[in-house]
Every structure is written in structure tokens, then in C-alpha cells.
């Protein structure tokens, strides 16, 4: 007589229990605080929200973030495409150096990370007399706003990138130059494709965590008001000086950002997969 298989599914009070622990924690850390940050900012009426956004330093704030992501994810973009190209497809000497280093950035505190920019290229810094010398200013300015920003979010297109290489292989690229493609055209119309949908989950992430960041952006920025404070450092001020709504209001932009960044991620997972399904 066959045995019957056991069942895979879990009785039903256990269901029940493990749903609500989930709905709990979705509700309490998730839903909870959105809900309060946004009641917090429309607390007195849409005028006072639209006046705190309207503000030449929130303004300033908030086209520093945008200028900050549009050079940071670039420069990431292409790092991690030459990084997971090299690492995936090619052996050299250095390699798990190199895979190390990419990963450096979750290991490294992000205020660690921007007092390291500091004594590098502040005035006290390594190379802060020749910085001084040819009148060049990189903390407190712009330029370190980037770089650190760079720092703490170059990990996530290389990472996103490197599995989906690996998993591929080499063999489609082989034959593309056995048939007489160039490297370029290879890496063009071959890995390109192949890795599109990856690469665009790897740009959401990176540019998500550029318009968030806080730690390292609030060493190297010196907290300017309307010169060098970013959308975060812009609500932290705004608290500080026991501005509720106009730092909620604020706060609820980044928080609309990411919302955004999440549906975003969403899509693509979903074409993603309807993609490989067909």
C-alpha cells in the first residue's frame, strides 16, 4: 500500500498566527510611520505644506539632492558594468581583491566613510594645503558631497550585476567574436541585453540610497543652508529648529521618492519575469 506524502501545508491556526505577526509588523514599522509623517506635514493645511516646500532652501535642497544623484548614478552605472564585466567573465590576478573592495562600502560606516574624505581632502587633510594652493575646494563644496555619495552607493549596480553575469556565462559572448564582433559590439549587443533588467533594478537602488544618504553627506557638507545641505540634512535642521511641517513636509518628499523608487522596482521585477516566462 503507498503511503500518503505528508502534507505541505501548515494547519490553520499557524497560518492565522504567522499572518498576523506579518500584517503586525507591516502595519507597525511600515504603514504606521507613513501614515504619521504624512499627517504630520498636512497638519496645518496644504498652504503651509506647499510655503515649506516653496522655500529657497528647500529648493536648494532639494535641486543639490537631484544634481548629487545625476552624477553619482552614472559614475556608479559604469563602474559596476566594467567591474561585473571583469569579475564575471575574465580571470586575472586580484580578482577576489577586487569583489573585496567592491563590498567595502556595507562593512564601512558611512560617517567613517566621509571623515575619511575630511582628512583627505579637507584643509588640515593629506592633500589639503595643495587643494588650498590651486584654489580648489572639494570639502564643504559640492565635489565632496559627490564623492561620498559615490562611496556609499557604488556597491549596488556592481552587485546586482555580478550574479546575473556568472549565472550567464560565457558562452554567447564567445560566439559573438568567433562570428567577428569586436569587444565593443560584444558587450553591446550581447551582455548588454542580457543584463538589462538587472542593471536598471541596480540604477533604483543606487539611486535611491544617493538621494537618502545622510551619514557621510552630513561630514563633508558642513551643513551650508542653501549652499551645501541635501534633502536629509535639510529636514535635520528644519527638527532641530522645531520646524514640525516643514520638516515633515520635506521628509514626505523623500518618502514620496521612495514609494516611487519601490513601484519602480516592482515593474521591473514583474517585466522581468514576464520576460523569462515568454
Not at 32 to 51: E, H, I, M, N, S
Not at 64 to 91: D, H, M, Q, R
Request: charged content about 15%; hydrophobic content about 55%; some cysteine.
Amino acid at each position: 500500500m503507498r503511503a500518503e506524502r505528508p502534507s505541505l501545508i501548515d494547519p490553520w491556526p499557524v497560518r492565522i498566527v504567522v499572518g498576523a505577526l506579518i500584517v503586525g509588523f507591516v502595519g507597525l514599522f511600515l504603514a504606521l510611520p507613513l501614515y504619521t509623517l504624512f499627517a504630520q506635514a498636512f497638519a496645518k493645511g496644504v498652504d503651509a505644506y506647499l510655503r515649506a516646500i516653496d522655500e529657497p532652501a528647500a529648493w536648494a535642497a532639494i535641486k543639490l539632492t537631484l544634481t548629487v544623484a545625476a552624477i553619482a548614478v552614472p559614475l556608479n552605472v559604469v563602474f559596476g558594468l566594467a567591474a561585473s564585466w571583469c569579475i564575471a567573465k575574465f580571470e586575472f590576478r586580484g580578482k577576489q581583491l577586487l569583489t573585496t573592495l567592491i563590498d567595502l562600502p556595507f562593512s564601512v560606516s558611512p560617517v567613517i566613510s566621509g571623515l575619511i574624505f575630511v582628512l583627505l581632502f579637507g584643509l588640515q587633510g593629506w592633500l589639503g594645503p595643495w587643494l588650498r594652493s590651486h584654489d580648489v575646494q572639494i570639502i564643504f563644496a559640492l565635489p565632496g558631497i559627490v564623492l561620498a555619495t559615490v562611496f556609499v552607493t557604488f556597491p549596488f549596480v556592481a552587485r546586482e550585476l555580478i550574479p546575473i553575469m556568472e549565472a550567464q556565462g560565457t558562452q554567447e559572448e564567445e560566439a559573438a567574436r568567433l562570428l567577428g564582433a569586436s569587444g565593443w559590439q560584444t558587450f553591446r549587443r550581447v551582455t548588454l541585453p542580457n543584463v538589462k533588467w538587472g542593471l536598471l533594478y541596480g540604477v533604483l537602488l543606487c539611486n535611491a540610497r544617493a538621494m537618502g544618504e545622510f551619514g557621510a553627506v552630513s561630514v563633508v557638507s558642513g551643513h551650508v543652508r542653501g549652499r551645501t545641505n541635501t534633502m536629509p540634512l535639510h529636514v535635520e535642521i528644519l527638527y532641530n529648529e522645531y520646524n514640525l511641517t516643514a520638516a515633515f513636509a520635506v521628509a514626505s518628499l523623500l518618502a514620496l521618492l521612495a514609494l516611487a523608487t519601490l513601484a519602480a522596482k516592482a515593474a521591473l521585477e514583474w517585466r522581468g519575469r514576464t520576460e523569462i516566462a515568454s
